[in-house]
Every structure is written in C-alpha cells, then in structure tokens.
C-alpha cells in the first residue's frame, strides 16, 4: 500500500546541500596524513554541530575525521509490544553512509552551484565556462527533472553531489525523524567517513561498533534504484625505467620512458576493455595518471569486472605487454604492482536478505517501481560488505560525478529522505 509522505523542507535541503557543496572537500591521493584534506575534518565538524543542534548526543568525530552519531529507537504508533506474539519486540539496528571527499579528479575548490528553478529541458550553459555545455541530447537524464530544480556547476569545478548529496540526504532525513516521535524505527546510527574516492573510505570505520545487522550508502543515481552489486577493483601501478642520455650522443644509447609508455598504451585493446567503449557488465582497463621523463615513467591503472577472477586476466595481459616491451628494449625496465581495492558486494549481500527487500518494500510503499541494478564502480559498501556487513547503495540524485559538467536534482534527493524515512519503518515492521 502506498503511504502518505512526510513533508520535507525542501528549501532548507537545498541550501543544506549548497552549504556542504562550498566546502572544499578533494581527496588528495598522494597525502600522508589521514583524511588526504583538511577540508574534511572541517565538513565534519560542521556536521557534528548540526546533528547536536538537531538534539542527538551520542555524536562524535574521532581523529580520523570519522562523524557519527545515534538517532535513537522510537516505537511511535508500534507501541511496545509485537502485534503477531504480544511480546515486546527488538527493533533491528541499521547503518546510514555517506563520505565526505570529492573526486581528485576535478577541483573542489570555489565550487559555486548553480540553481535552475522549473528546468524547461534546454540546454544548459555553465555561465564560468561557455563551452561547458549540458544537452539532454547527450545527457537524456535530465528529461526526467523537466520542471524540477536542477543544481549544476558553474563549469570551473565539480559540484560535490558526490557524496554531498548523500551527506544532505542523510542529514534532513535525520532532522525531519526526530521532528516526527510518530514514526516507528529501530536506533539508526550514521556515519560520515573519509578518503572513499581513494579507496581509503572505511579503513577507519569500527564495525562493530556500529552494531548494525545492515547499512546503506546514500551514494547513487537517479531515484529508486538499489544497488547491491558493484566492480570488483583493483589497481596497477607501472613504473618504465629507461635509459637517460644526453641527446646528442643518444644514439643506440638512450632509451625514452615516454617513448615506452606510449608503445605501452599502443598495445591495449584499442575498441574495447576500456570505460569508453564499454558498458553494461562489460569491465575495463582504465589507464588515469601519467607522470615522469624519460628516464623514469609512472602510470596509475584502474582493473574492473565484475567477475573478480576476471581481474586475474587483465594483470595477465599488462604483464605480457611489459614483458613483450622489455624483449624488445632490454634496457629498459617495467616493474608492475597490483593492489586490491574492493569486491563485487553481491558476493556478500546474501547474508542479510532483508537489506535489499526491505530497500524494496520502502521505495514500493512511496508508490515507486524499485529498480535492482548494479554499479560501475564501487562504494563504502563494497568493503563493509565483504568485511561481514551488507551494505547497499541507495539512489540520491548524483549525475556525471567527477566532472564539471556534474548536476544533481533537488526532487531526486528529497524522494530520498523520503525513501529512507519509508525504510525505517519498514525495519520496524514485523517481517
């Protein structure tokens, strides 16, 4: 049955996301402190005065910049006793997840969001670079937001809705429960966490403490998708050692680590195994930063599938490359590293069902057709999962993340407080 909604301030949501958004926030993936940026902590901070503002006390932030906090167990109209027995019931605790980085991909700085009231579906022109353009012929999502609020770049930076969507998301859900004594739900606890875009986002998390049978990241597209499914990931480090010379006697001497990377890339599928040509649940090999000279050359590799043995055939083939390379110029040397960054989830998420059917029921309950997908790419969840706690990702309104041209839709993200709103009521319904 389809339930009648809970009114959101949905003004206050907006300036509460534009707020978060003009916080620089970038992950810096080559940072020795943790988190990567200081502008973390200050989000964090922010938030913590916030969630204390709002009358929760069981608020914190440690000193890896981690915020959480515990809205606590209200039976509301349950009462205290289960229907079906009679007997008092334990309502069970769940987790809510967003992250606090941006993209290193893209500037987080001076991010000014733009707002576009009643859109009409035109083409949008980010005003700080014209030639920054977002056309629904190229990026059809934004048919679906015709007169709602559209909050886009100005073109120079990205907008942050990855997470901050999330964070806003979780944040006015939180304020708009504990206004509403009446609706039943079991303790939720929150958590804010750090670094995820580099693959450090829950390497500070204490799981146990958050005592929750289940978690969902805020972190996802659209509206009224649930995403149990992610890449499994890993990352290849490739450092070509040449041989550096004076040009003038290089002959039959030198040998140009940049010369080499370039044959290096030459030999990759050139029509398929790379995110540009590729979709669905098809993986890639995604090379994303080149840096040296010619004496020394160092690449950064993205492995995805979502077949994790899969992965083991992508190292196969970087390593066969560099071993073709290195018979053909044996001066050279190309040394490879892989690390493992994150797990397909769903190789986890059958051990709490009621994650993703509960998801479900909440989105069905606001008169929503849920949609069961998976991610091209990978969240908190990811590693919360495979570490024993299931964790879905909800959908929160995120568009091209890590780009200027990212935007987000302000209906998207109310539709999700009110999806989570339906959710915890639906974990303290009886199954």
């Known amino acids: 049955m389809k339930s009648s909604p809970i009114d959101?301030?949905?003004?206050?949501?907006?300036?509460?996301?534009?707020?978060?958004?003009?916080?620089?926030?970038?992950?810096?993936?080559?940072?020795?402190?943790?988190?990567?940026?200081?502008?973390?902590?200050?989000?964090?901070?922010?938030?913590?005065?916030?969630?204390?503002?709002?009358?929760?006390?069981e608020v914190q932030q440690n000193r890896f910049g981690i915020v959480t906090a515990t809205i606590p167990e209200s039976k509301g109209n349950l009462g205290s006793a289960d229907p079906k027995s009679g007997s008092s019931r334990e309502i069970p605790v769940i987790?809510?997840?967003?992250?606090?980085?941006?993209?290193?991909?893209?500037s987080g700085k001076d991010v000014h969001p733009q707002i576009h009231r009643s859109y009409g579906g035109q083409p949008?022109?980010?005003?700080?670079?014209?030639?920054?353009?977002?056309?629904?012929?190229?990026?059809?999502?934004?048919?679906?937001?015709?007169?709602?609020?559209?909050?886009?770049?100005?073109?120079?930076?990205?907008?942050?809705?990855?997470?901050?969507?999330?964070?806003?998301?979780?944040?006015?859900?939180?304020?708009?429960?504990?206004?509403?004594?009446?609706?039943?739900?079991?303790?939720?606890?929150?958590?804010?966490?750090?670094?995820?875009?580099?693959?450090?986002?829950?390497d500070h998390v204490d799981i146990p403490a958050l005592g929750a049978v289940a978690a969902y990241t805020l972190d996802g597209a659209g509206a009224g998708e649930i995403e149990a499914e992610t890449f499994s990931a890993d990352k290849a480090s490739i450092t070509i050692r040449g041989v550096n010379i004076h040009p003038s006697v290089a002959k039959d001497k030198m040998v140009n680590a940049i010369r080499l990377c370039g044959y290096f890339l030459s030999k990759l599928p050139q029509n398929e195994l790379s995110p540009e040509t590729t979709s669905g649940r098809a993986g890639f090999i995604h090379p994303y930063t080149?840096?040296?000279?010619?004496?020394?050359?160092?690449?950064?590799?993205?492995?995805?599938?979502?077949?994790?043995?899969?992965?083991?055939?992508?190292?196969?083939?970087l390593r066969n490359i560099s071993a073709e390379l290195m018979a053909e110029y044996p001066k050279a040397s190309i040394?490879?590293?892989?690390?493992?960054?994150?797990?397909?989830?769903?190789?986890?998420?059958?051990?709490?069902?009621?994650?993703?059917?509960?998801?479900?029921?909440?989105?069905?309950?606001?008169?929503?057709?849920?949609?069961?997908?998976?991610?091209?790419?990978?969240?908190?969840?990811s590693q919360l999962t495979a570490k024993g706690l299931p964790t879905p990702n909800l959908s929160t309104g995120e568009h091209n993340p890590h780009s200027p041209l990212e935007w987000t839709c302000l209906e998207e993200m109310e539709c999700a407080v009110q999806g989570l709103i339906a959710l915890a009521q639906r974990w303290a319904e009886p199954d």
């Open 124 to 202: 949008i022109v980010l005003p700080g670079n014209p030639d920054k353009i977002l056309d629904p012929q190229f990026y059809p999502e934004l048919l679906s937001c015709i007169n709602k609020t559209v909050i886009t770049t100005d073109g120079t930076t990205l907008l942050g809705a990855d997470n901050k969507a999330g964070v806003a998301v979780i944040m006015q859900f939180t304020r708009t429960i504990l206004a509403h004594p009446e609706i039943a739900h079991g303790p939720i606890r929150i958590c804010f966490t750090c670094d995820e875009e580099i693959g450090h986002g829950v």
């Open 8 to 57: 959101i301030d949905r003004e206050d949501l907006l300036d509460r996301f534009c707020r978060y958004c003009r916080i620089d926030t970038q992950a810096d993936e080559n940072a020795a402190q943790y988190p990567s940026s200081k502008g973390q902590l200050e989000l964090g901070q922010l938030l913590v005065r916030e969630l204390q503002e709002f009358g929760l006390t």
């Open 290 to 317: 080149i840096e040296g000279g010619v004496a020394e050359v160092k690449m950064q590799f993205l492995l995805r599938d979502f077949a994790t043995q899969k992965l083991r055939d992508q190292e196969t083939l």
């Open 95 to 106: 987790a809510l997840l967003a992250h606090l980085d941006t993209s290193p991909e893209t």
């Open 335 to 381: 040394q490879i590293q892989i690390t493992e960054q994150y797990r397909n989830m769903a190789e986890k998420m059958n051990q709490e069902p009621r994650a993703v059917r509960y998801a479900a029921d909440a989105l069905r309950k606001l008169g929503l057709n849920p949609i069961i997908g998976s991610v091209r790419g990978g969240t908190d969840g």
